[in-house]
């Protein structure tokens, strides 16, 4: 499974429609301070689900709205959309080309779509559900979190190891059948 681009629309900086592809390997994302860096990860962790205006650097979630510039009057909609490569099914989805998409409006309302159709932010919370993807995981490190790991407790360390490593799910299952 592979991210292959990140389209985005009205998110934060990007007023106009970007899309950003990963090519094959590392890519390597640079550029002036507040050139929109960190808010091209922030769409990515958004569109899984981030429930947190704070993980976004924002007090309200409604604040990821491009909010206008002196080129751009402010719009009323943030979109972004994540294209994978699943062709070897690491999503456990018959899908080979998933898109996952998250749009917001002033309102407030989210809407989600699986492959351009709507669905439920559990769709996409099941999805990537245990892939250590999701919301929640350890594969979006921000510059806090790297502070944060530094300075955590020895055992709050070993959980996030353990849960990058993946074995943190069989602990808590070993942990369930034995109060059982
Ligand atoms: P650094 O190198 O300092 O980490 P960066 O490239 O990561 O910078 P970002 O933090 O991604 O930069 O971008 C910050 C810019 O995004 C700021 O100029 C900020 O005004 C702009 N921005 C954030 N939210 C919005 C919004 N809702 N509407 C318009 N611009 C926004
Ligand atoms: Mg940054």
């Known amino acids: 499974m592979k991210l292959k681009s990140v389209e985005l629309i009205g998110f934060k900086s990007f007023a106009k429609k970007t899309r950003i592809n990963f090519p094959t390997g590392i890519t390597e994302i640079v ?18 689900g981030e429930q947190s205006a704070k993980n976004l650097r924002s007090s309200r979630m409604t604040d990821v709205i491009f ?4 080129s751009y009057p402010a719009l009323n909609r943030a979109k972004v959309a994540l294209d994978f490569d699943n062709s070897d099914h690491f999503i456990d989805t018959n899908y080979t080309d998933l898109q996952i998409a998250r749009t917001v409006y002033r309102d407030g309302t989210n809407n989600y779509y699986l492959n351009g159709k709507p669905c439920r932010l559990r769709d996409i919370q099941d999805l990537f559900m245990n892939t250590g993807i999701g919301n929640g995981s350890f594969s979006i490190i921000s510059q806090g979190k ?7 407790k020895p055992v709050d360390r070993r959980f996030i190891i353990e849960t990058v490593a993946g074995i943190y799910k069989y602990r808590s299952q070993k942990e369930i059948a034995a109060n059982k």
Request: glycine share 14%.
């Open 146 to 152: 790297v502070a944060q790991i530094f300075k955590s």
């Open 67 to 70: 909010s206008g510039s002196q």
């Open 31 to 48: 550029g002036p301070n507040g050139s929109g860096k960190s808010n091209i990860i922030e769409a990515i962790r958004w569109a899984l």
